[in-house]
């Protein structure tokens, strides 16, 4: 058997068969198929897509893959001599720093990120607590204080835990004497928050994208160390060390510790000048209460970060609001991590930045 093969047609016969065939049908040729290009669509196709923004701790800045849902909680901690070493204080995400009677300095520390397991020695609240801790919308835990104090910080919106009130959480160091052996249990303290908390905590202050950088590094001055005087009873010390990349604290000319072994460090130190002045409350000794004067304030101060320091400009304005800082009228971003904010009084306190 012979096999056959039929070979196609040239292109142009079956051309021209197609139009004799449409000619004789009175038909006209049907037009060619076109294509319509979005050109906005198809750019869009073609860029990279926007990549997730990073979820960061809002008291640190520091990138985290979860960010806990627990409000923001606050201690006030002693910083007398009979108070060191404290517990706990290395592991707060933000410490404010303030002169109280006798010139001696407690702290407000401010937990969220990190959880200690005990925080000593805690101590009563003070004038200034209450525009302090307003802006967190949190927890304010202590020992006690005078009646019109605690009104305060319940009207800032605050919740207050107070031992002196029979609240939980509180218990006694045997190894220390009265008043400076209040022991603090920030878990127990965090299971009463009462439900109308902000969960997590508002940013206190802003912070560059990456470790490492923020505007003191960028536009700063190079600076080794900051002596920061507070007062005839207190003069901070902070030295800067480039292993670790922190500040590291010191009590005059001694390091400041705490009883895990650790020397307290801050990511940045922040401090403010600020107007001091005494109110009409007595301390048990009889010494006037000082108050540092921050809501509808402003003026001066100094940020470290990164082994620099730059000269900013401070303002809050309403209780509930935050210090803004700015330097040259551009706001001011921290280094991501811990930050430690000195409240210097302009009356009896001075900052010599050595570079």
């Not at 009207?155 to 008043?179: C, E, H, K, L």
């Amino acid at each position: 058997m012979t096999a056959r093969f039929t070979r196609p047609a040239a292109p142009g016969a079956l051309l021209g068969t197609a139009l004799l065939l449409v000619a004789c049908s009175g038909q006209e040729p049907a037009p060619a198929p076109t294509t319509t290009v979005d050109a906005s669509a198809a750019a869009q196709k073609a860029a990279p897509p926007e990549p997730d923004a990073s979820i960061v701790w809002p008291l640190t800045g520091v990138e985290t893959a979860e960010v806990a849902e627990r409000p923001a909680l606050a201690i006030k901690i002693e910083n007398s001599r009979e108070a060191r070493p404290q517990t706990g204080l290395e592991q707060a995400d933000l410490v404010w720093e303030e002169v109280v009677e006798g010139g001696i300095t407690r702290y407000v520390a401010v937990y969220h990120s990190s959880i200690p397991e005990a925080v000593e020695p805690v101590r009563s609240v003070r004038p200034m607590d209450p525009a302090i801790v307003a802006p967190l919308d949190g927890i304010l835990a202590y020992s006690g204080a005078q009646p019109p104090f605690i009104d305060a910080v319940d009207a800032s919106g605050t919740q207050s835990v107070i031992m002196d009130a029979g609240d939980a959480g509180f218990s006694r160091d045997p190894n220390r004497y009265a008043p400076h052996n209040v022991v603090g249990d920030p878990e127990a303290f965090l299971a009463q928050a009462d439900g109308e908390r902000t969960v997590p905590p508002p940013a206190q202050f802003a912070f560059a994208d990456d470790p490492g950088e923020g505007t003191a590094v960028s536009d700063g001055t190079p600076a080794s160390s900051l002596e920061v005087v507070m007062s005839r009873m207190q003069t901070t010390g902070w030295q800067w060390d480039e292993g670790s990349g922190t500040w590291l604290r010191s009590e005059g000319t001694s390091p400041s510790m705490s009883t895990s072994g650790d020397q307290h460090a801050a990511t940045n130190v922040v401090v403010l000048e600020v107007e001091v002045v005494d109110t009409a409350f007595k301390d048990s000794s009889g010494a006037a209460v000082p108050e540092t004067r921050l809501v509808d304030s402003s003026g001066t101060g100094v940020v470290a970060s990164g082994g620099s320091t730059i000269d900013v400009e401070w303002s809050k304005g309403g209780l509930d609001e935050p210090i803004e800082l700015t330097a040259g009228g551009e706001p001011v971003e921290l280094a991501p991590g811990s930050t430690w904010v000195g409240l210097m009084p302009q009356a009896t306190g001075s900052l010599t930045v050595t570079g």
